[in-house]
């Protein structure tokens, strides 16, 4: 094969318009259709998990018990001290005055340390006390608690070790003897929850003995009592806390240069004991002139953070709060952590006890007991702002006019966590810095900072939010709440929005504190970015969600007014959550409503319901249903707000988008279960209407060309020209249980209506409510999305119940077909309305619960043609068709009302997930290191090739032969549409019921689609989404529905993604083309047209109706095409022949700027060329071929191939044209009109005679061409090798 000159192939570009003009478009621009996440995901929420933050019961030690046993001046016999030995009790040396004030000075001292960590506590003090003096106080301190912990502080220097038996020691009135005290008893008198306290030797045999009378009481209490106390008595013991200096073996340290009460000291006074330790430790020679008296002049005060001894104290708390957070079971951290501040306080002191006494060989004990955690790395951060802080003691000490330099201790912990945000995950352990984040909070420096860090944690996702919540974040940013610095707001709102919507508990909190003031400041200040106002819309509506309290305390703060100030704000996601927050305000709370009503909230939402964004139009459905269903009793002027609602919600059903469909469902049923009487009102005179027109049916007169039916004047269709239905048969009389049932057309205008004798309103049944949206709920109850129709039929099986409420149908023998039956009373009432061919079966009750369209009997249009055509659309619904002896079932009907009141989504649930998943992260589109991304690419750089490879098949395809069989194989059904992937070797190939996919180069079946059709319905346009990225399938069928499909080749993957009513209108004809639709990519719009008089175009993006341009014609559209570089020049051939050009920027009456009418049948095929001087090309199935100037009205040639065209596809990028015919055999042409190919057997050694052809279609890049006949085999042919 020679190539083809340069210059060649650049003239036949330009002569036949085959310029590639979307060759310079690149993949990434164009726009992914039907790929947002309401397509992608299910409609529903997040799995909620129960959160144990919060602790169900605070607690608070309200009572002290010191007990002192010292006996100042005596050392007890059983322990022998060293010389020098250590003194200090609470920073006292006992012998340093006389032994009685002594005692007194040292209880005084030990009150004030721990009223330093518990200043409200009551505190007793008992100073070597008396068997007697210890149970009076003890129960005289638990009476007082009632509920609340006592702490029993128990310091033993002054006695002897405690024994065995689990005693430990006081003394009598003359103080000759020690008495033993046995725990069993102070257990008896302290009661629980308690918390214990031994600062003795051997204190661990006091723990370990605890444990075991705890048991004993246990089993004492069972014996009994009996078992039902034991939960109790089990659960008490559970409350008691120990905390012990040392173990069972163990005697305190006696160096002199430590306190005698070194345990003590720890719990009591850490920052103190921790530098005196400090200076002991070798590390204390990196600060040289460091010596115990000088530590002891650390300027400051422990509450001020800005001093050096409070930032210690601030350092200090963070660490050991962090150590405990990172070590500690989380169940145990927040019941010894975050229960009670006394009880912190002595655990987080406890940990540096552990770290200095088992310096001295010295193990601290506790109940329960806690991990080791005296070699955490934390604690070398401790030392490290130990050395910087007392590094610059000396300086400070010796010149007043020296400045303290803080601690970077914050601000690297704050880096750290920063680092960990970079790479941190769910999967990784999480980062032990949060508990520094949350005391930097405490900080006006810091807070910045660790607010943006702390919602880049929370943005991971809930674990991360559950791990803050654990660790304390929650009072801290409810405090902040009352905060007005304005750099605060959008990092708190984040947060708070966080935090809501993983535990909406959290809404009580907000609304005690007066936290919901802070949001509706947010929402009405007017310089706040979208972004932060629609955070705080959504924690507002979180607050108010299911929580009157949460109702009454926003209604106050004027949420209603504020938030219809700004639903025309330019955010759609601030649109959406205006809408669920206000119907989240006055859901079932009339107060609410009624400040709507005053404010016309219902007429300003009405303008959402035509909103750009589907999930925005869902949350204005879902505000007027909420708004209509208030459980209250209606006053008049409520009903009228309700119906006039209602009446704006019927303009809904048509929507595109499945999501607002279900709310409308769920919006009608409030209505429904209000007025069930009207509604089945209504539903008894629509049936009283279509018998009136029963008896008088429309007269045919003729016949248009296109294939319209006339109606005769006078007749009760005669408003139009167009029959919307069939005159019945005889066989379709009125059922006597209402067995059929006809659903309304949408265009109602056609249908005159007689007046109701009990009419509802004064209005006419035309225009009334109830009639309007029972004619949308039948609609509903066909819609082509399953979980839509499910909702719907559930309302109507509710009207139904009460039509037959009072009129119980009857069993009544079939005397004509089996599929009517006769009349049987008046009352029971038969609807015969004119409908479109889509609303289908509405009630049939079958097993299967699928969605079935009425009968079409077929005709075969003439001898030559093979197809056959509907002829008639049979009106029958059956509605109330309950089985052969009609017997009707109270359950049943219980049954229906439950299912009916029980119809919700999940659509708020959702909508929340928005807040729960990551905000700031990059999407996997985005991320060029994720898979997706990868993904894609890999597919662009496929999608490139496959265009290169294709150039040279396309300029050489006008002098080659095009008749070499490459794939045949038979297909499950007569093939009516194929279709060629443009990227992939996958050819579509819908039959009646589904679409087989073949890969048309290696031969295999790939899988096959089943459309779910309606009974008697068709597949009759096919379209490939996204084909250059993740490819979508539609489906349209001639009922007018549309379903688009998502891995549509897999069986077990397969997923629909949307469906809708596409065109609602379609009607019978004796011929007609079913639903033809055409998709453009390049702006996301589908055109939609077929057995109707407009053409449709749908926003993919919007899933809305954008334009209705009507054709002007007496018949079908056949077939479309668009200018995809103008983009406003549309071409719809017709079953009249005649061809049509419309402007879509101009008005629908007149955007039809031309019509040819040189053909005088059927047109098969409009094509555009490419390029600016494009020709319009045009075949009939006449046998004519038609090249039109967009210009003009006359053709500039023409070719007369054969005698009768079937099928026609015209190459969109190659000088190639095939025309199928009923002689079975197929032609290929050049757009000059020489046959390049006559194909009439398969390929073989006796190759058979191929079908007669029912469809064509070109490959869109390649030159490959498909061909489908009518004994259901399919063929895919490519350019010979051979020169033609």
Not at 573 to 586: N, S, T
Not at 1163 to 1192: M, Y
């Amino acid at each position: 094969m020679q190539p083809v000159p340069k210059d060649m192939s650049k003239a036949l570009e330009i002569e036949f318009g085959l310029c590639d003009d979307e060759f310079d478009v690149v993949d990434s621009d164009l726009p992914i259709a039907y790929n947002e996440l309401r397509h992608r995901e299910k409609i529903e929420g997040s799995k909620k998990v129960t959160q144990s933050w919060r602790m169900k019961e605070r607690m608070k030690t309200v009572s002290v018990a010191l007990v002192l046993c010292l006996n100042v001046g005596v050392d007890p016999p059983d322990v022998v001290k060293t010389t020098p030995c250590a003194r200090l009790e609470c920073w006292i040396d006992p012998l340093a005055q006389s032994p009685q004030k002594a005692l007194e000075a040292i209880g005084a001292n030990l009150q004030k340390q721990y009223e330093r960590w518990q200043p409200r506590a009551r505190y007793k003090q008992t100073l070597d006390p008396t068997v007697e003096e210890v149970k009076k106080l003890c129960t005289s301190l638990r009476r007082n608690a009632k509920e609340e912990r006592v702490l029993f502080h128990y310091n033993g220097h002054g006695v002897p070790k405690p024994t065995v038996n689990g005693e430990i020691w006081v003394f009598n009135k003359s103080y000759t003897q020690y008495i033993p005290l046995s725990i069993y008893d102070l257990q008896t008198w302290m009661g629980s929850p308690s918390i214990y306290v031994y600062d003795c030797s051997h204190a661990g045999v006091i723990v370990d003995l605890f444990r075991q009378f705890s048991l004993q009481r246990e089993s004492e209490s069972e014996a009994v009592n009996g078992k039902s106390v034991t939960s109790n008595t089990s659960s008490t013991v559970k409350h008691c806390i120990q905390l012990a200096a040392c173990g069972a073996n163990e005697l305190l340290p006696m160096n002199s240069e430590l306190p005698a009460d070194l345990f003590t000291s720890c719990l009591t006074t850490p920052i103190k004991i921790a530098l005196k330790w400090y200076v002991l430790q070798n590390t204390s020679k990196l600060v040289p002139g460091l010596t115990q008296d000088l530590v002891d002049k650390v300027p400051g005060m422990l509450n001020d953070r800005r001093t050096m001894l409070g930032e210690l104290n601030w350092i200090f708390t963070a660490i050991t709060d962090t150590i405990a957070w990172n070590t500690l079971p989380r169940d145990l951290f927040q019941r010894l952590f975050r229960q009670d501040l006394l009880v912190a306080s002595l655990f987080r002191n406890f940990l540096l006890a552990e770290r200095i006494m088992r310096s001295y060989n010295c193990t601290p004990i506790s109940g329960p007991t806690l991990p080791r955690t005296y070699q955490h790395p934390m604690w070398q951060a401790w030392d490290l702002a130990l050395d910087l802080c007392l590094r610059q003691l000396p300086k400070l000490l010796e010149d007043e006019s020296a400045v303290f330099q803080h601690s970077p201790f914050f601000t690297e912990q704050l880096t750290a966590f920063d680092v960990w945000l970079k790479y941190g995950a769910e999967s990784r352990a999480p980062p032990e810095q949060l508990p520094i984040v949350l005391q930097v909070l405490l900080s006006q420096v810091h807070r910045l900072r660790a607010l943006e860090l702390l919602g880049r944690f929370l943005d991971l996702g809930p674990w991360a939010v559950s791990l803050a919540l654990s660790v304390g974040i929650f009072p801290y940013v409810l405090k902040l709440l009352q905060s007005n610095a304005r750099e605060l707001r959008p990092l708190l709102v984040f947060i708070w929005a966080k935090i809501l919507s993983v535990d909406s508990s959290c809404q009580a909190d907000l609304v005690k504190d007066n936290g919901h003031k802070y949001f509706l400041s947010v929402l009405a200040d007017p310089y706040m970015p979208a972004k932060q106002k629609t955070m705080a819309a959504f924690v507002l509506a979180m607050m108010v969600n299911e929580y009157r309290q949460g109702q009454e305390a926003a209604l106050q703060g004027s949420v209603v007014a504020i938030c219809l100030e700004q639903l025309t704000d330019s955010s759609p996601l601030l649109r959406h959550w205006l809408a669920l927050c206000l119907a989240k305000v006055w859901t079932n709370f009339d107060s609410a409503r009624w400040c709507g009503v005053r404010d016309t909230a219902h007429e300003k939402l009405y303008k959402l319901l035509t909103d750009p964004e589907p999930e925005v139009r869902a949350a204005a459905v879902y505000a007027l249903g909420t708004f209509i269903s208030n459980v209250s009793e209606k006053s008049d002027h409520a009903t009228s707000i309700d119906l006039g609602v209602g009446m704006q919600l019927v303009h809904v059903a048509q929507d595109g988008s499945p999501l607002v469909r279900k709310e409308l469902v769920v919006a009608f049923g409030g209505l429904v279960s209000h007025f069930e009487t009207q509604f089945a009102v209504a539903a008894t005179q629509l049936i009283e209407d279509e018998k009136l027109r029963e008896r008088t049916p429309a007269i045919l007169t003729g016949e248009a060309p296109g294939g319209w039916n006339l109606v005769a004047p006078g007749s009760p269709a005669s408003a139009t020209s167009v029959a919307p239905r069939p005159p019945a048969t005889p066989g379709s009389a009125f059922a006597a249980s209402m067995e059929s049932l006809e659903l309304p057309s949408s265009s109602s205008s056609r249908i005159p209506r007689a007046m109701s004798s009990n009419a509802i309103s004064n209005m006419s049944l035309k225009n009334n409510v109830y009639t309007n949206v029972w004619k949308s709920l039948l609609q509903l109850a066909v819609d082509p999305e399953t979980q839509v129709s499910d909702m719907a039929r559930c309302l109507v099986n509710l009207v139904k119940s009460k039509v037959t409420t009072n009129s119980k149908p009857r069993y009544m023998p079939n005397t004509t077909n089996s599929s009517h039956s006769a009349p049987s009373s008046p009352s029971n009432k038969y609807i015969s309305v004119g409908t479109p061919p889509q609303l289908s079966s509405v009630f049939e009750e079958s097993t299967d619960q699928k969605r079935e369209s009425p009968s079409r009997s077929s005709i075969v249009l003439n001898p030559q043609s093979s197809y056959t055509y509907s002829a008639q659309f049979s009106r029958s619904r059956k509605m109330y068709d309950k089985g052969p002896n009609m017997i009707e079932d109270k359950d049943d009907d219980k049954d229906i009302k439950g299912q009916a009141q029980n119809i919700s989504t999940e659509f708020f649930e959702w909508s929340c997930k928005h807040f729960v998943q990551p905000i700031m992260r990059l999407s996997d589109e985005e991320d060029s290191e994720s898979n997706s991304y990868l993904q894609r690419n890999f597919r662009f750089d496929r999608n490139t090739q496959v265009k290169e490879e294709a150039r040279e098949e396309q300029v050489k395809a006008g002098f080659n032969r095009l008749d070499n069989e490459i794939f045949v194989n038979r297909n499950v059904g007569v093939p009516s549409v194929i279709k060629f992937h443009p990227y992939e070797s996958e050819l579509a190939v819908a039959d009646k019921d589904g679409v087989a996919f073949w890969d048309w180069e290696q031969g295999p079946k790939l899988g096959y689609l089943s459309n779910g059709n309606p009974r008697h319905t068709r597949i009759t346009s096919l379209e490939y989404i996204n084909a250059h990225d993740n490819t979508l399938l539609m489906c349209g069928s001639d009922d007018g529905c549309v379903k688009i499909w998502r891995d549509y080749n897999s069986e077990s993957d397969i997923e629909l993604v949307t469906a809708f009513q596409a065109v609602s209108e379609m009607l019978p004809l004796n011929r007609g083309s079913g639903l033809v639709s055409y998709w453009e990519q390049h702006t996301g719009m589908l055109l939609t047209s077929g057995d109707v008089r407009f053409i449709r175009i749908w926003d993919s993006q919007k899933e809305f109706k954008v334009q209705d341009i009507p054709t002007g014609a007496d018949s079908c559209v056949t077939c479309m095409a668009s200018d995809m570089s103008g983009r406003s020049l549309l071409i719809a051939g017709c079953g009249d022949g005649t061809v049509r050009l419309f402007d879509r920027r101009l008005a629908p009456t007149e955007c039809r700027v031309m019509t040819l009418r040189e053909h005088t049948r059927w047109v098969v095929k409009v094509h555009l060329q490419k390029g600016t001087e494009g020709k319009i090309v045009t075949a009939s199935n006449s046998g004519d071929l038609r090249f039109w100037d967009p210009r003009f009205t006359e053709s500039v040639r023409c070719m007369n191939l054969q005698s009768s065209f079937t099928s026609v596809d015209i190459h969109p990028r190659a000088d190639v044209l095939a025309c199928g015919s009923m002689n079975q055999y197929i032609g290929v042409y050049n757009q000059s009109g020489d046959t390049l190919s006559t194909i009439k057997y398969h390929d073989g050694f006796i190759g058979q005679r191929i079908g007669a052809i029912t469809s064509l279609a070109f490959h869109p890049y390649r030159v490959k061409l498909a061909a489908g006949s009518s004994d259901s085999y399919i063929s895919v042919y490519c350019t010979s090798l051979r020169r033609s």
